[in-house]
């Protein structure tokens, strides 16, 4: 029996994490030497302690000048943001701050997250050009349940770097993904966070 994407967001809604927990989970993992999903190889484990670290500054770092913010005040629907990661994803990590600080801004906005690999049949549901791709965001409106827009697995940007990377070399290697990072760093979460101002505008 196939289930409907609306029932199965429904239940996936009633397991789903709060930000703090998801920080607590990747925190505890850390300390544990362990990471989320389905395989625990080393090179994920070592990405995940990466990126509890990476999160733990962004969590404390990261600002909004003051017309961001009003923007991100006044949007007046409500809605539930909806994300699909793992702790080893190193595109989430400054993602899901910004996520987690315009939620904070707005009581309109719920923000929980869920596992990609425990939720198999809702992911393939939101997939990237066919692909498993995290994080991936849902905005699904509260009052009739419907998925009115989705966003991820990164910015604009982001998403235009990796292409001419992937262009010119064929696949991203580990120090494309490290120099990401870096670009990540000094981009202060303002590409996502212009994306998700957007997704609210739209």
Request: hydrophobic share 40%; proline share 3%.
């Amino acid at each position: 029996m196939e289930h409907t994407t609306e029932a199965l967001i429904k239940k996936g809604l009633i397991t789903a994490m709060s930000y703090s927990e998801y920080r607590n989970l990747v925190s505890t993992l850390a300390q544990n030497g362990k990471t989320t999903g389905s395989e625990q190889k080393e090179v994920l484990v070592n990405y995940k302690m990466l990126n509890d670290r990476r999160m733990r500054r962004w969590d404390k770092t990261l600002k909004f000048d003051t017309e961001i913010e009003g923007t991100i005040a006044s949007f007046n629907k409500q809605v539930t943001w909806l994300v699909f990661t793992e702790s080893w994803c190193g595109d989430a990590s400054p993602s899901l701050p910004v996520m987690h600080k315009i939620a904070e801004l707005n009581p309109n906005i719920t923000f929980k997250i869920l596992l990609r690999d425990e939720h198999p049949e809702l992911m393939q549901r939101f997939l990237t050009n066919g692909a498993l791709s995290i994080p991936k965001l849902i905005m699904i409106d509260d009052v009739s349940g419907a998925v009115v827009n989705t966003w991820g697995p990164r910015s604009n940007a982001a998403t235009a770097l990796v292409a001419a990377y992937k262009k010119e070399h064929g696949k991203l290697t580990p120090e494309f993904k490290e120099d990401l990072q870096g670009w990540y760093n000094k981009d202060k979460g303002k590409n996502v966070l212009d994306d998700l101002t957007r997704l609210l505008l739209e």
